[in-house]
């Protein structure tokens, strides 16, 4: 009879605990694509499986159903590129040195409610840096490549590489080199992966620079290309906010983004009065009041995607109607760019990322021609 009471009361704590969690983060609404604010879709909802053309700009609704892209099969007659490993201990590097990290996620300062009051402390890591090298790179000839945010920290996925490998066989796609970077720990406000991929500055594509591309090319035996319009940077939600950032602070370095759940909102820490918004601020003022810049962007979001998922109530804390935002502006700019809107998908859009992601790479690379 004890241990039934015992057994009961663990049950009945366990509820407790779970209703708990589940009322401080409800699921996100739908939002509808036809919603007041949304801009204006090409509908291929009603096509499963189907992807826009990669020749095409602009606002294209798919989903709620979504097919395997056939480019994630591991190819049974292409050649197969070569995937390596190696890590880079913060302590030997010049920036991001040391990181940062948090034990509680933070207050709002009630001076400016923008922001937290978030403690810190600082920390070493380690990065694992993952590359893929196709079976068709020159030795000794510039590549161009495309850097990805949240790369593993284990052992790598064949997903991209499969890919390429038939995205380059195909000649969809020129042989290029991907560079997996896996973040510095944690998330968000006062975490090194925060600081990485949310503040609005120039800071880790030079990081990426200095520190990551040099030892690409001495621990992989390629030498990457500096042209600007053959390198790429690609991300997942901070990861996608990232991919901008790079691009927008050094257009010199990086022209081609893709992004998906891209977290256009206010997450920026510490506080800089110059971006007060963080990334809401690129669809608030910087692209619409800023001269176009020669970037290509994919974006892509979940109809459920995340809604004010912690303490700030700020008003900058949507991520689909931040995204739809940055695709009018985009729009309204003349800018270059191709926006998913994912239907029946959440933070993240993994669902429909297995249809789409293969194509939103080829989309991003449109065009792209080797200089010389």
């Given at each position: 009879m004890k241990t039934c009471?015992?057994t009961?009361l ?8 779970s ?5 401080k983060?409800p699921?996100p609404?739908v ?5 007041p ?7 291929l909802d ?8 990669v ?7 798919i989903?709620p159903d ?9 190819p049974?007659d292409?050649?197969r ?5 190696f890590?880079i201990?913060s ?12 034990k509680v ?10 922001t937290?009051i978030v403690?810190?402390h600082e920390?070493?890591y380690?990065?694992q840096i993952t590359?893929y090298?196709?079976a068709?790179?020159?030795k000794?000839s510039p590549a161009p490549f495309?850097?990805c945010?949240?790369?593993p920290k284990?052992?790598?996925?064949q997903?991209i590489?499969?890919?390429?490998d ?6 969809r796609?020129?042989p290029?080199i991907?560079i997996?970077?896996a973040?510095?720990?944690?998330d968000?406000?006062?975490h090194?992966?925060g600081?990485?991929?949310d503040?609005m500055?120039?800071l880790?594509?030079e990081?990426i620079e200095?520190e990551v591309?040099?030892?690409?090319e001495?621990?992989?035996?390629v030498k990457l290309?500096?042209d ?6 690609m991300?997942s939600?901070s990861g ?7 691009a927008?602070?050094?257009t010199?370095l990086?022209?081609?983004v893709?992004t ?10 510490p506080f800089?009065?110059?971006?007060p918004?963080g ?14 810049k020669?970037i290509?962007l994919?974006l892509a979001v979940?109809?459920y995607?995340l ?5 700030m ?6 991520w ?10 985009l729009?309204?700019k003349?800018y ?6 994912c239907?029946?998908?959440?933070h993240?859009?993994?669902n429909?990322k297995i249809?789409f992601?293969a194509?939103a790479?080829?989309?991003v690379?449109h065009?792209?021609k080797p200089?010389g």
């Open positions: 009471h015992t009961c663990f049950t009945l704590l366990a509820l407790l605990t209703s708990a969690l589940q009322a983060r699921k609404p939002r509808p694509f036809d919603a604010g949304a801009p204006k879709f090409i509908r009603d096509k499963p499986g189907l992807n826009p053309p020749d095409a700009v602009g606002n294209f609704l989903g979504y097919r395997p892209a056939p480019e994630r099969r591991i049974k292409s050649p590129g070569k995937v390596s490993q890590t201990d302590k030997t590097t010049k920036l991001l040195n040391p990181g940062i990290a948090r996620f933070g207050t709002v300062d009630p001076k400016n409610p923008k937290l403690e810190t920390i070493d380690v990065r590359v090298v196709p068709q790179y020159k000794g495309m850097v945010h949240d790369g284990g052992k790598p996925n997903v590489p499969n890919m390429l038939n995205l380059i066989a195909q000649k796609v020129a290029m991907v997996q970077i973040n510095g720990g944690g968000a406000q006062g090194e992966r600081k990485e991929y503040t500055s120039g880790y594509a990081y200095a591309l040099p030892r690409v001495k621990n992989c035996e290309t500096k600007p319009d053959g390198r790429a940077v991300g939600s996608g906010s990232a991919a901008l950032i790079m927008w602070y050094r010199d990086y022209r081609r893709l998906t759940s891209g977290t256009f909102v206010n997450q920026q820490w800089d009065p110059k971006t918004g990334a809401w601020d690129f669809h608030d003022k910087l692209i619409p009041n800023s001269p176009k020669p290509r994919f979940g109809d995607d809604l004010n998922p912690n303490v109530r700020d008003g900058m804390h949507d689909v109607e931040a995204n739809h935002r940055m695709a009018k502006v729009e309204a003349g270059e760019y191709q926006y998913l809107f239907q029946n998908s959440g993240g859009i993994g429909a249809q992601l194509h790479i080829e989309w690379w065009g792209y200089k």
